[in-house]
């Protein structure tokens, strides 16, 4: 069992990657982390090379979650909602999923990654509705090859209470366990 993670947090020990700490607790198999503000990944820069090619003009570390997106069995995007939105720089590693999208709508071409299962680790403090985020969210999974997506995961209250504190947010992580497990 393969698992993709990636985290859109730019706190290091905030709420995002708490949750993601219990998930990967209770995983099976390997699991790969890409920190969104922390990589080396660039956004797309829409120089439409995947419009024609196989994967993408740009080379840094996407490079390998490509190899990694290939043959992995879950993928997980977690992220603080900033203005109802999943956040900026994690939005920008997505946008390089650019070169899936072309291979299917401007080659014709079937994605060459394996079907896989996937889930949505939101956290968020304001007004409390992770819905445009969540939607965002799912419409890129898709375009990976994500047939079976968990129902949303989460805390919306982190500005009162600390998601170590949030038990049903905690439920729901081991409960997502087991989903991408079996």
Known sequence: MKTLIINGSPRKNGDTVSLIKKLTEQLNGEYKIVDAY?????ACIDCRYCRSNDGCSIND???EVYDYIADCDNVVIASPIYFSQPTGKLLDVCSRFQTYF???HFRGKSPSIKP????IILVGGGDGNPQKAYE???GILKHINVKDVYELVGSFSTNEISVKYDERALEKVKSLAVFLNS
């Open 38 to 42: 922390y990589s080396d990944i660039s």
């Open 61 to 63: 570390e996407m490079t």
């Open 102 to 104: 072309a291979q299917k």
């Open 116 to 119: 896989k299962k996937g889930a």
């Open 136 to 138: 965002t969210l799912c």
